[in-house]
């Protein structure tokens, strides 16, 4: 028998649990699970791209995308003297932060991230051979970013700190003074500086006070941030985003970029161009915000009095903190499979996110309003129970 060609044995690898559990998923289940909006991309959006399949070339774009794109993003930083130049469209956060993790972190590197965190964020950093540590968001202060916490968390050796708000999985900011807390915390620190990382894929989509390490680019060199318009836009499938880089690593940036995707789909670059900074663009970043504002009101409204929420105060995710009684001597991933598997609803355990959100459930109200409310009726029941 011929053996088996070699094959690398990555831990890292694998589905990951929040994909699994879903997999497992009953037909007709109703999704508040996974973090996508439930209504679509916008008609004009989709009008725009229709247009331009005709009329404009769909070759290769320059690895870091259109010029033309590059100079509208970086023109809403100029006065943090952001140039084009500065700016790389990537085919979402994602891969922008896989293109970021490759040219910044090594064996030898250490990263502190957020926990509870995205779940991806740990195997990213193991991809590019690093073991990540963390720093930890409390329940006590609804799991908004705190500096000091981060402070603690950092050794001699830490040389990343990814930040991201609105947070996934609990949907929680942060603010401008913490935030500042860390900059200056950064730029005085005895071994050297830190990168600062910023996952704002979920900017815009904020319903109390927010901040934004953007803030701060012009004023200390190692910040780098990372937006996209899935989210936002309801894009998630066009796969667009863009990384607002520091000098030092800009050429950097792009070669890694280059040589994982060449570049993002000219008809996603072309079509978000046309839109962006449009009055149909403002018209709907309102709108959408207001709709997500009322569907997060309606998880308070129907969940609010059951159990003890947390986050909420943006993106499109609350938490909330199983009972005793609820987990019957399980986990929060038991009762996550047995309201998939008997009441026929999803929703996400705290665990996948890290240790601080251990026998919590995640709940997301990115589904069309109709889907929420009937998701949110049956948790109700059982929770009544």
């Not at 331009?52 to 290769?60: E, R, T």
């Not at 009095?305 to 909330?320: H, I, P, Q, S, T």
Request: aromatic share 10%; proline share 5%; with cysteine.
């Amino acid at each position: 028998m011929q053996n088996a060609p070699y094959f690398p044995q990555n831990a890292n690898l694998r589905q990951s649990k929040l994909r699994q559990i879903f997999e497992k998923a009953p037909k007709g289940c109703i999704n508040l699970g996974l973090g996508q909006p439930g209504e679509d991309t916008p008609a004009f959006i989709r009008e725009a791209a229709a247009r331009l399949v005709m009329d404009k070339p769909m070759g290769y774009t320059l690895n870091a995308g259109l010029i033309s794109l590059r100079e509208k993003l970086a023109a809403e930083y100029a006065h943090k003297g952001i140039t084009p130049a500065q700016i790389c469209v990537t085919a979402g956060v994602q891969e922008g932060l896989y293109a970021l993790f490759y040219v910044l972190l090594d064996e030898i590197a250490e990263i502190l991230l957020p926990d509870p965190g995205f779940l991806t964020y740990p195997s990213l950093a193991a991809l590019n051979k690093t073991v990540p540590r963390y720093y930890s968001l409390k329940a006590e202060d609804n799991f908004r970013f705190n500096a000091d916490r981060v402070m603690e968390a950092v050794t001699a050796k830490t040389s990343a700190v990814l930040v991201a708000h609105p947070s996934n999985p609990t949907g929680s900011v942060a603010s401008h003074e913490e935030l500042r807390k860390l900059v200056d915390f950064a730029k005085n620190r005895k071994e050297g500086p830190l990168w600062l990382i910023s996952d704002e894929v979920y900017a815009g989509m904020s319903y109390t006070e927010s901040a934004s390490l953007a803030d701060f680019m012009d004023e200390y060199p190692y910040i780098v941030v990372l937006r996209g318009a899935s989210k936002s836009h309801h894009m998630t499938g066009w796969r667009l985003g863009w990384t607002i880089l520091p000098e030092a690593i800009s050429k950097a940036y792009v070669a890694s970029h280059q040589y994982i995707t060449t570049c993002v789909s000219t008809l996603t670059q072309e079509t978000f161009n046309a839109i962006r900074g449009t009055q149909e663009e403002a018209d709907w970043l309102r709108y959408q915000n207001a709709l997500y504002k009322e569907k997060r009101d309606l998880v308070e409204a129907y969940l609010g009095g059951k159990r003890d929420l947390f986050g909420g105060e943006g993106a499109f995710y609350w938490v909330f903190r199983l009972t005793d009684a609820d987990l019957g001597g399980g986990t929060d991933e038991d009762w996550v499979m047995r309201a998939m598997m008997e009441n026929l609803v999803m929703t996400t355990p705290g665990s996948a996110f890290g240790n601080q959100t251990n026998g919590f459930v995640r709940i997301s109200y990115g589904p069309v309003k109709e889907e929420l409310v009937r998701g949110l009726s049956v948790l109700q029941q059982m929770l009544d129970k």
